[in-house]
């Protein structure tokens, strides 16, 4: 069963009724194709071994170790995970390649008499289709990006423009990070593999036809890499641009950063990384006012002493041109909804 592009989206696996990776736990928490559960038929330590005796001693040795450890997981995973199915059951089971392990699982599995069958090539016949999608190619998308100062709500607003029916890809929810140097977020981010196959997945069910809004990013998100694909696309894409004054911007991120206000060590350690840029002094002033809990002064002192600063360096490089600007006074819910709204009638009038 070999992995074509438009699986992606429509995969030919939806007829099974689970997904099974047997890949040790460290290879499915990088990526594993979603939807997958994971049942390893070798830990990460057992693999380790397992391959060290191949490679150091004996490839038949390490073959009879190997099946050993596969046979005594596939008995636990049965007892434990599969014992609530019927025999109508029909899982497909992958490991890296489509070899040894997912066959081995399988086959006992069928043997049961449930109708378990493999993935060919396994889960790296699916990461090519992945990086087919985002390292070939520009994307054929007519690409809008949401531009503006940081604090113009521009995540908040792509959420309203997704619930208006605007073809958008959240970039910084995929990568789980709010693409700031104060943006980490709690869980921390995926693994590179994972960020790409969950943006190969959105990116396959838009429609080539209609407009497709991303925020204005750079090349890199936290600790992860826009694909080469979709970053040439923005690149150049035109700019709609969200204007709002300061103090209204400062308001925005004293609520949208209130978790990490709440946490003044987590926030101090963060400011520290602004040192270099913007020195000592200043740094100390802005940790003072986190410890004095005046977060909305801090909010504005960040956006004039470092965001905008930053910003309007970066748009001078800038090659994309603004096809329209959208500006607001306020940025409260009521405010958002109204320029989600002239955002969407923008796109829809063709503009």
Not at 57 to 62: C, G, T
Not at 74 to 93: K, Q
Not at 321 to 332: H, M, N, Y
Request: aromatic fraction near 8%; hydrophobic fraction near 40%.
């Amino acid at each position: 069963m070999p992995v074509e592009l438009k699986d992606l989206a429509t995969p030919p696996w939806a007829e099974f009724d689970t997904i099974i990776d047997v890949r040790s736990p460290a290879e499915y928490a990088e990526d594993h194709i979603p939807g997958a559960i994971s049942l390893p038929v070798l830990s990460n330590e057992e693999r380790a071994e397992v391959g060290t005796i191949y490679v150091q001693d004996s490839p038949f040795r390490a073959r009879k170790i190997g099946a050993a450890l596969v046979a005594r997981n596939a008995a636990r995973h049965i007892e434990e995970r599969l014992m609530g199915f019927d025999g109508g059951w029909r899982p497909l089971v992958y490991c890296w390649r489509g070899g040894q392990r997912s066959g081995s699982f399988a086959s006992i599995l069928s043997q049961i008499g449930w109708r378990a069958e493999t993935l060919s090539g396994g889960y790296r016949s699916y990461r090519r289709a992945v990086v087919d999608l985002l390292y070939g190619p520009t994307l054929p998308h007519r690409v809008f990006r949401l531009d503006g100062y940081t604090g113009t709500a521009k995540t908040e607003i792509l959420g309203l423009l997704a619930a208006r029916g605007v073809q958008v890809i959240d970039l910084e929810g995929l990568a789980r990070h709010r693409g700031s140097a104060l943006g980490d977020r709690p869980g921390g981010q995926p693994a590179q593999k994972a960020f790409e196959t969950h943006l190969a997945q959105r990116i396959i069910g838009l429609d080539p036809a209609r407009p497709l809004v991303v925020e204005a990013e750079s090349a890199r998100i936290g600790a992860l890499r826009v694909p080469p694909a979709l970053w040439t696309a923005m690149r150049d894409a035109p700019r709609l641009v969200v204007e709002a004054p300061v103090p209204a911007r400062a308001a925005y991120l004293a609520r949208a950063y209130a978790d990490l206000a709440a946490d003044h060590v987590a926030l101090s350690a963060r400011l520290d990384l602004l040192r270099p840029l913007v020195g000592h002094e200043v740094v100390e002033a802005w940790r003072a006012l986190s410890e004095a809990g005046e977060t909305e002064a801090l909010a504005r002192e960040l956006v004039e002493r470092h965001y905008d600063p930053a910003y309007g360096r970066l748009r001078q490089r800038d090659p994309g041109p603004v096809a329209e600007r959208f500006g607001t006074g306020t940025l409260d819910p009521e405010a958002l909804g109204a320029l989600a709204d002239r955002i969407a009638g923008w796109l829809s009038s063709g503009s």
